[in-house]
């Protein structure tokens, strides 16, 4: 499958790479064409790996994997353009962390919307699935590099795009009864409010490696 | 130890009762000294279980234990008396849910600022702890009705009142190995941030006893 990584950060590398790995065509977007992630991303990830502006990779795109900082990525995706988006799944993958205050940083806006509600509300035609965005890079691509099982989450408003989702997961090592549906994109608040929970997470057990597991 | 255990709600009641058994002398505070739920549950507790004005709990507990709806705490608090509450270890169970939406709840606030803060500021002599609030009642009294190993969360200022309620937590059955302690106070910004995704998790569960384990 031809798929778009908006983003240059260490979530689109990682996703990048795992997707050419899997046999995928993939064009990383950045906001210019000349982005020096981009090309050093693109120049070790196989033939197959290619990068443009937002633009060149959502056209290029069948999928669309939004990994830019959430802050920017309505921007990033309104540069890519709606007609580029349109009947598309778009994996959304951001937070909207605000580091402006410091650390520990805050959500740019939360509780009764989320970044996962926002681009789906701008972008009415594209499919627009929440995942991925409860753990770091390294978990995303390689579930194994935690013990046990441990969870991920899916949401969204259009069933077959939740279903292409779930099966790309699948083929990047997550094990289909770890893939929890959490509902339309509204749940998206969740996952993003978790974050705050996460960074302490992360500062008590001292990694980012980590996850959570569901137990009953 | 004498135990004041603020509110009548679900987790009021289950917390009351299982402090009881234990052997605590435990008094239930609500707004008034004739609450129909307090009433029946001092009557249903044993010997040691009494109930009163939130003043008259708060004046008889060594620990406090607030239970009260979130949005309401600080409020309960108040009429508690801050010279009741100083010097105490008070252990903050609530979730600053607000239903005037409807469902699901969204926060009264989150983000930049926590109940659990709200709390410490407002009393600054008490040793506010912020607990168990990431689960439902009968998970925090008896973790033994979710298989398995999972989690709870302490955060607080004062480390000494956390060591205190770790010391509950184990009196409740939770192992030493799945009491999490995230630092300070701030941490419970995280922990009632979760509850949006905890909700969405019982929803999809389509149950409210589970809880989370950590893995890395």
Same mark, same amino acid.
């Given at each position: 499958m031809k798929i778009a990584v908006m983003g240059t950060g260490s979530a689109g590398r990682a996703l990048g790479t795992k997707l050419a790995d899997l046999g995928h065509e993939v064009m990383m977007g950045s906001r210019t064409a000349d982005n020096e992630n981009a090309v050093e991303w693109a120049e070790g990830a196989g033939d197959d790996a290619s990068h443009g502006t937002f633009a060149d990779a959502a056209a290029f795109g069948e999928l669309i $994997?939004? !990994?830019t900082a959430g802050g920017a990525s309505v921007e990033a995706l309104r540069s890519a353009g709606a007609a580029n /988006?349109? #009947?598309k799944t778009l994996i959304d993958v951001a937070n909207p962390l605000d580091f402006s205050r410091g650390r520990p940083p805050t959500l740019l806006f939360c509780n009764t919307e989320s /970044? #996962?509600? @926002? +681009?789906?509300?701008? %972008?009415?035609?594209? @499919? $627009?699935?929440?995942?991925l965005n409860t753990m770091n890079a390294a978990v995303m691509v390689d579930p194994g590099v935690v013990s046990g099982d441990h969870d991920v %989450? $899916? !949401? #969204?408003?259009d069933a077959e795009a939740k279903q292409q989702v779930v099966e790309l997961l699948e083929s990047f090592g997550w094990p289909a009864a770890? +893939? =929890?549906d959490l509902g339309p994109i509204m749940a998206a608040r969740g996952t993003e409010m978790y974050l705050p929970l996460w960074l302490n997470l992360s500062g008590a057990l001292g990694t980012s =490696? %980590?996850? +959570?597991k569901l137990t009953q």
């Open positions: $994997v939004n !990994c /988006l349109a #009947g /970044l #996962g509600e @926002r +681009i789906q509300d701008e %972008f009415p035609d594209a @499919r $627009v699935v929440k995942s %989450f $899916v !949401c #969204g408003n770890q +893939i =929890m =490696m %980590f996850n +959570i």
